[in-house]
């Protein structure tokens, strides 16, 4: 099954090959890979490996700005790990269906309210749709750009970790990942997100 998203400004919907020329403009923007994998794609051949593998994930969405219809971004629902299934965010159990939400943007486009308008496009999605109970994020604590925009959803901050693969960010500084969470619960009491307006199609 697969999903169309609309909102008021973007069309969230799955990546074709076709998006090559927009995907390679940022990720090989370093200020992208930084927050990352750590080294931008230096050419489209190995951006093109990169987009095959995105095209076959049903629940990683292209970010599309109207009416152009270019591809800025991405958000994706990745199920949680076994390993993480088994963790405990101070004391809340994950679901064996708990879904983490990740997401990048072209650096051309922050600042624009974009990113949490796309989140909260993901949160419908995940609520409304799969009646999930509850949904993780996490951001590495030297990204302020990523915590304003989980602090803008309503995301709550349940602990921080040390984990090294997600811990080296800029100069080889390892920062700890801070994680949140946010559960059926809250989305419904959240008038922000219930009064937001999205369409969602399936296809």
């Known amino acids: 099954m697969a999903y169309t998203i609309e909102t008021e400004r973007l069309i969230l919907r799955n990546y074709k090959q076709s998006d090559i020329d927009d995907y390679f403009d940022y990720v090989s923007d370093p200020n992208v890979a930084n927050r990352l994998w750590g080294e931008e794609y230096k050419n489209k051949e190995s951006a093109l490996e990169r987009l095959k593998l995105e095209e076959t994930k049903p629940l990683q969405f292209a970010i599309t700005l109207k009416p152009s219809n270019k591809v800025i971004g991405s958000v994706e629902l990745i199920l949680v790990s076994e390993k993480r299934k088994n963790e405990q965010y101070k004391g809340i159990k994950l679901d064996d269906n708990t879904k983490e939400i990740g997401y990048l943007l072209s650096p051309k486009f922050w600042g624009k309210g974009i990113m949490p308008e796309a989140v909260k496009a993901t949160l419908k999605l995940v ?19 990523s915590s304003k925009v989980q602090d803008k959803v309503g995301f709550k901050i349940i602990d921080e970790i040390n984990e090294k693969d997600h811990a080296k960010w800029i100069d080889g500084i390892l920062y700890p990942s801070v994680r949140r969470i946010m559960t059926k619960q809250d989305y419904s009491n959240n008038s922000n997100l219930q009064n937001f307006k999205v369409k969602i199609s399936k296809t």
Do not use: P
Not at 127 to 145: C, G, P, W, Y
């Open 127 to 145: 609520f409304d749709e799969f009646d999930d109970s509850m949904v993780t994020i996490r951001h590495n604590k030297a990204n302020l750009q």
